[in-house]
């Protein structure tokens, strides 16, 4: 399967088990280190049950026109459209609508968790420093 994005390299499957046993295959370009997760994939990675094995070092200029680059799903063909991510507004990947999955260039990902353990930090410190009797963040 070619990579949606860079259309230079292959995606390869990459067999990774949670901290609970469970197989999961994502697959990654082995030129520009994009990452397909399917549908609920993502999730694995976001609960730190899962690493991404490593993402090659891109030069910056080809980071910014890989993001911009329009692409089509690996699994269905369908268009990718940009999606923001929920943690960071500033980080956004490539969704499809027909299958659910997504597309995070390299770096997105690990934007993307970085970006959830310092709003899980900053919710920690907010009711650390809440008033007694008032609630906390939502």
């Known amino acids: 399967m070619n990579c949606p994005k860079c259309r230079a ?16 295959v994502i697959e990654q370009c ?5 990452v397909w997760f399917d549908r609920g994939e993502l999730d694995h ?26 692409a089509k799903c690996p699994r ?18 490539d969704a499809c ?7 995070l260039d390299a770096g997105e990902a690990d934007g993307i968790k970085m970006a959830e353990k310092v709003n899980a930090a900053f919710d920690d410190w907010l009711l650390k420093l809440k008033p ?3 609630p906390g963040p939502k």
């Open 45 to 70: 990675y976001l609960k730190g049950t899962i690493e991404i094995v490593a993402f090659p070092d891109l030069d910056a200029a080809l980071s910014v026109e890989l993001d911009y680059r329009e």
């Open 9 to 24: 390299g292959k995606l390869q499957p990459l067999t990774l088990r949670t901290k609970q046993k469970q197989q999961l």
């Open 76 to 93: 269905c063909d369908a268009k990718l459209e940009k999606s923001k991510a929920p943690q960071n507004d500033r980080i956004q990947g």
């Open 97 to 103: 609508k027909a299958c659910g999955g997504l597309w």
């Open 132 to 134: 007694a009797g008032q």
């Open 30 to 34: 082995n030129m520009c280190g994009g």
